[in-house]
């Protein structure tokens, strides 16, 4: 069972074009983490939040974590081919136990 | 740049038949997790060590499926006998505690297909 809620399961946009994708959950969190995924390939992390209402930027991706630390989301702007695959949104609890999400399938076409 | 190590990538076999699966987690790692990903899902947690402890294996389906890690290094995840249905990938991961936020870094995988 995906406590975690992930949307849109599934986005396909061109390049250049911008895109959310969004993370919820009834759980609060101790922080939060974003990985991105290709196809046959491990989780790679992209980033960890882990104070309510904290924004991370990296290069063209930005993260947000939400005030009370059970939802999140992740916005890229001018998508570039290279940004296509399963972004995947993990909550740690105690120990580093991790809950993922069932991730969004982003496509970006030339 | 160190990374988590797995093998084997791809593994084929028959059902009822015994199937292994090796980790060798980032240096300096204490905590090592085996995931199960099925196809269109996120990974789930199979267990979980600290060091050469079982943390959490709460998810294992202990009648067919064993884990250890014997010297709190790499670790080994075996299926006996294996069934149709356990078909998926196989991720391992370790984390660095940092205060409370554990960073978890993914291996390759192990693609596993039973027939």
């Known amino acids: 069972t995906q406590l975690l809620e992930q949307s849109p399961q599934f986005l396909s946009i061109q390049e250049g074009e911008n895109l959310t994708v969004y993370c919820n959950s009834s759980?609060?969190?101790?922080?939060l983490q974003w990985y991105r995924q290709e196809p046959g390939e491990g989780p790679v992390l992209l980033v960890t939040?882990?104070?309510?209402?904290e924004v991370k930027k990296l290069k063209r991706l930005t993260f947000q974590f939400g005030d009370a630390r059970k939802d999140s989301s992740l916005h890229i702007t001018a998508a570039q081919t290279g940004d296509t695959g399963l972004y995947l949104c993990a909550g740690a609890s105690s120990w580093g136990k991790l809950q993922f999400g069932a991730g969004t399938q982003v496509v970006v076409t030339p | 740049e160190a990374e988590v190590a797995q093998s084997p990538r791809y593994k084929i076999t028959e059902k009822s038949q015994a199937v292994a699966f090796w980790c060798d987690p980032i240096?300096?790692?204490?905590?090592l997790y085996w995931y199960r990903q099925i196809l269109g899902q996120g990974p789930e947690l199979l267990v979980q060590f600290q060091d050469e402890s079982v943390v959490d294996d709460s998810q294992l389906p202990k009648d067919r499926f064993s884990a250890e890690r014997l010297k709190g290094v790499d670790s080994t995840l075996k299926i006996q006998p294996a069934e149709l249905g356990d078909s998926a990938m196989y991720l391992c991961a370790s984390s660095l505690e940092s205060g409370t936020v554990y960073e978890q870094y993914f291996g390759p995988g192990t693609r596993l297909t039973v027939t």
């Open positions: 939040v882990v104070t309510g209402g």
């Open positions: 240096s300096g790692h204490a905590t």
């Open positions: 759980s609060v969190f101790s922080s």
